[in-house]
């Protein structure tokens, strides 16, 4: 800048304002650092710029310091070696897949999958000849005889974010490495604050960021955290090759949650388990799948692995009460909203339809899942209350 003539001109001078260092402004709140044009202090610095090396920054795909917090944070809390970043939950779901397939490669994921995961198998897997065969989440050291020549990788998603089995990742994990298979868990339910991951034996753990770390139901937004550098440096050259990034606004909005987000799951905990105890004392209700609670699939499980649970939940009425039933329920709340997601502000309820997208599903009740917000607990059971009144 001091290279321009001056007086500038007032347009030029817009550009170019003089900038005062706020020296001595110490703050508890991260700055938010917006940038596509990234400024090299010489022509030798930008020759030599690598977009892979995080020690220094290069152009806003690659990142910001605002980019840099959360990436570190993430993989600081969860004890990875480094953390990418995505536009979505299910982009990162989707790039800890791309990396480590290639043509004529088998994959494995669970058969309570979150759902899109199945479209991802069925649509781009598919058109690249990857194979997906689905397993049973709670199949544990079976899963070695499933295993194949060319299995790359095993999905691990668990507690499963409808029907809530606790899969054995310990046990799932030593079978995929003796076969030669990375693991990659969806870790969104516990925030990776109520499950270590790398401790228990995955090599890739994804966030949805859109729930409890965010919390705030207002972003989308995903991570991709990698036990060693290997591993992270295929998820990142991925990344830069196909402009993956996410805007530092939105990312601030993320690290303004975190220093709130293990208050917020505690609450949501407490409040979600005693609504689960509640819901299971109603004569409606066939079984409450919350993975604290021991009618969940793989509860052991959780209590071996797992240090705490968070808000999402579901339920399953009696075989009398059907879709329409389910349907009446909720549109008789006033509190909780009908729509996708969780660990936000606002309690939601949703129904499943399972018979389509599960084998052998059990139950002829419809299943209803709750997203338990940061409402007052006697107004949500008041709430609920007149859900059942509307069966
Ligand atoms: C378990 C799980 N993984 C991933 C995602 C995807 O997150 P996003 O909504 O940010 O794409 C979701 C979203 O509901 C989810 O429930």
Redesign the pocket.
Request: charged share 10%; hydrophobic share 45%; no cysteine.
């Given at each position: 800048m001091s290279k321009q003539p001056t007086p500038l001109s007032p347009t030029t001078h817009l550009i170019h304002p003089k900038r005062d260092v706020p020296t001595g402004f110490r703050s508890l709140a991260p700055g938010t650092e917006r940038a596509s044009t990234v400024l090299f202090e010489n022509i030798d610095k930008w020759v030599n710029r690598s977009g892979a090396d995080e020690s220094i920054y290069t152009y806003g795909t690659s990142g910001t310091p605002t980019t840099r917090d959360l990436q570190n944070r993430i993989a600081e809390w969860e004890g990875g070696f480094a953390t990418v970043l995505f536009p979505?939950?299910?982009?990162?779901?989707a790039y800890a897949f791309l990396p480590f397939v290639a043509p004529g490669d088998h994959v494995l994921v669970p058969g309570n999958v979150?759902d899109?995961?199945r479209g991802l198998a069925n649509g781009l897997l598919k058109q690249m000849n990857v194979t997906v065969a689905q397993y049973d989440p709670l199949i544990g050291a079976g899963i070695s005889a499933l295993m194949k020549p060319n299995t790359k990788l095993v999905w691990v998603?668990t507690p499963?974010?409808i029907t809530m089995e606790v899969s054995d990742l310990p046990a799932i994990a030593k079978a995929a490495h003796a076969g030669g298979a990375l693991v990659a868990i969806?870790n969104?339910?516990s925030a990776g604050w109520y499950l270590r991951a790398f401790e228990l034996g995955a090599d890739i753990s994804?966030?949805?960021?859109?729930?409890y770390p965010a919390g705030h139901s207002d972003l989308?937004?995903?991570s991709i955290t990698a036990k060693d550098e290997a591993t992270w440096r295929r998820v990142k050259d991925m990344a830069l090759q196909t402009g993956q990034c996410c805007a530092p606004d939105d990312i601030y909005l993320v690290l303004r949650g975190l220093p709130t987000m293990p208050m917020r799951m505690r609450h949501a905990e407490k409040v979600a388990l005693d609504i689960a105890n509640w819901i299971k004392a109603r004569p409606e209700v066939k079984l409450v799948l919350h993975p604290a609670l021991p009618d969940c699939a793989g509860h052991d499980t959780w209590k071996r692995d797992f240090t705490g649970s968070t808000g999402?939940f579901s339920f399953v009425l009696h075989d009398q009460y059907k879709a329409d039933a389910a349907a009446r329920f909720i549109e008789a709340l006033e509190l909780f909203g009908i729509g996708?997601?969780?660990g936000g502000i606002g309690s939601l309820a949703l129904t499943y339809n399972l018979t389509k997208t599960r084998a052998n599903w059990p139950h002829q009740g419809a299943l209803i899942r709750l997203g338990i917000g940061l409402e007052e607990p006697s107004d949500l059971i008041a709430d609920l209350t007149n859900g059942f009144a509307a069966l």
């Open positions: 979505s939950g299910l982009a990162a779901v979150y899109p995961v998603e499963g974010s969806d969104t339910y994804v966030h949805a960021l859109t729930k989308v937004m995903g999402v996708a997601s969780w």
